[in-house]
């Protein structure tokens, strides 16, 4: 009987052990958010020194002009009216598409353009030789749900565990007076862009196999507004110039997280709202590919974002270099 006991006493100290280093482990992954906001800028892909040497070569659409940029979405949305001021101004042939940070980076890697532009982090394969790294500022992500919702509010972590389907009942999250949500279950909604860079939805959960089972996955932003307008037990993400751009095709509504608003710029900049995107250009350094007119742009760009709206939850690099957030010349790589 006592070596039975022992036996039996040695099994449940094992299973002990392995539950909480796998609890911990879950739980160091959630904490060790920092590893995935940002990649290292000293880490770069090499390319051979004939692709170096190589000048910049516009595709035949854009023969002809003086400046040439591929923007991701959001960063279009953003920057087009500024850039068109520009162009204006200094009458310029300015050739400007709207695309996503893959498209700027396969044609920054075949030198078709002069500037791309990311709404993340670089990624290391987007650390080419010649190209520098401007941030323009980073951008609330907000955690949307249907405008008919009765919830306002949730904390990161109840947010975290409804994406990851631990918390499945709007009745579980209860409102500032204890008012729980409606009695229905939760339909979370994903889009996993950008898997290669860090920051962006990273940042809600560091690993795509954390996200529950359960969720719907759409490949669009116009996808994510109209299924979440559509549905009044959906939840999903997105940043609010999106939300705003895209508001024909539902009405959804942002929540606050941790008792914040994600127009709060004090909230974002100290680190009390979470979540964020960030809005990064490049330019080319060296003589093979660089454009001075590019260069005058970026730098008009990176002064006039400081007027962007604050409803969109913007801040500018300006405001994060004063907090103490961590940059390599023009390029944020770290929290404060």
């Known amino acids: 009987m006592e070596i039975k006991h022992a036996v039996r006493k040695w099994f449940f100290c094992l299973f002990s052990i392995l539950l909480l280093t796998t609890v911990s ?50 960063v279009y949305h953003t920057l087009l009216p500024i850039i068109q001021r520009f162009g204006k101004e200094q009458k310029l042939k300015i050739a400007v598409k709207e695309g996503t940070c893959g498209i700027a980076a396969g044609m920054l890697s075949r ?48 947010a975290r565990n409804i994406f990851r389907g631990k918390i499945v009942k709007w009745s579980a999250i209860k409102d500032d007076k204890g008012e729980p949500g409606p009695d229905r279950t939760i339909r979370a909604i994903g889009r996993f862009h950008c898997k290669a860079r860090p920051g962006h939805w990273y940042l809600l959960l560091p690993d795509e196999k954390m996200f529950s089972p359960m969720l719907s996955e ?51 900049i100290s680190g009390k709202y979470p979540l964020y995107r960030t809005y990064n250009l490049t330019t080319w350094e060296g003589k093979a590919g660089s454009n001075r007119k590019a260069q005058e742009l970026v730098a008009y760009l990176m002064k006039e974002v400081e007027h962007i709206d604050s409803k969109f939850g913007f801040v500018s690099s300006f405001k994060l270099k004063k907090a103490g957030w961590k940059f390599k010349e023009e390029e944020l790589v770290g929290e404060p």
Request: aromatic share 6%.
């Open 218 to 268: 759409v490949g669009s932003i116009p996808d994510m507004i109209s299924k979440i307008g559509a549905d009044r037990e959906a939840i999903g993400w997105e940043v609010l110039s999106m939300v705003e751009h895209y508001r024909n095709l539902g009405k959804v509504k942002p929540l606050k997280i941790n008792g914040y608003k994600p127009t709060d710029q004090s909230a974002l």
């Open 25 to 74: 482990t879950a739980d160091d992954k959630l904490k060790g958010l920092y590893d995935k906001a940002f990649s290292d800028p000293s880490q770069g892909t090499p390319m051979p020194e004939e692709w170096v040497n190589k000048p910049v070569i516009y595709e035949k659409e854009s023969e002809g002009s003086d400046v040439t940029l591929v923007l991701d979405q959001d």
């Open 111 to 158: 030198k078709s353009i002069d500037i791309g532009g990311f709404c993340c982090p670089a990624g290391k394969e987007d650390r080419l030789p010649g190209i520098k790294f401007h941030t323009l500022g980073i951008v609330a992500k907000a955690i949307l749900v249907n405008a008919e919702n009765s919830v306002d509010s949730v904390s990161i972590e109840q």
